[in-house]
């Protein structure tokens, strides 16, 4: 099973490699849609949404999934204010860094000092998350 994630994995860096969604000047000019829009970005996404449309008509047909017991599937389905707090957050952060969680990881191989950067940083606002969620009883 762990090879399974490493490979999942390891084949998920490359395709943000090749798509361009490691490099935040890309992402930045794709976000900057009143000023140089790089619109190449929208394809990589219509893709995965495509991608994603298609193989879960065929997933959902299944019993379980291949490696493992059950499926878990999301059973929130409301918008609440900690979904769009998160998401604004996620956003402003995005927005700001043209880095997302999953290409700043893999930027982490590349040994660059604001790869470092976003990756403690991130670290550290998960714990501060945490605290301020077991804090508030949110």
């Keep these: 099973m762990n090879l399974t994630f490493l490979v999942s994995g390891i084949l998920f860096g490359i395709g943000l490699v090749m798509s361009g969604m490691t490099n935040p000047q890309k992402v930045?000019?794709?976000l900057d849609v009143f000023g140089s829009w790089d619109y190449a970005l929208v394809f990589v996404m219509g893709g995965a949404v495509f991608f994603n449309l298609v193989s879960f008509k065929f997933i959902k047909k299944l019993n379980r999934p291949k490696l493992g017991s059950s499926f878990s599937w999301p059973t929130k389905k409301d918008i609440d204010k900690n979904l769009i707090i998160g998401s604004a957050l996620f956003g402003i952060g995005w927005g700001i860094s043209g880095i997302c969680p999953g290409p700043g990881i893999v930027n982490?191989?590349?040994?660059?000092?604001?790869?470092?950067?976003f990756v403690v940083f991130l670290f550290i606002g998960i714990y501060i998350f945490k605290m301020v969620k077991?804090?508030?009883?949110l």
């Design 108 to 117: 982490l191989v590349t040994l660059d000092l604001k790869a470092l950067v």
């Design 28 to 30: 930045i000019g794709f």
């Design 134 to 137: 077991s804090a508030f009883n």
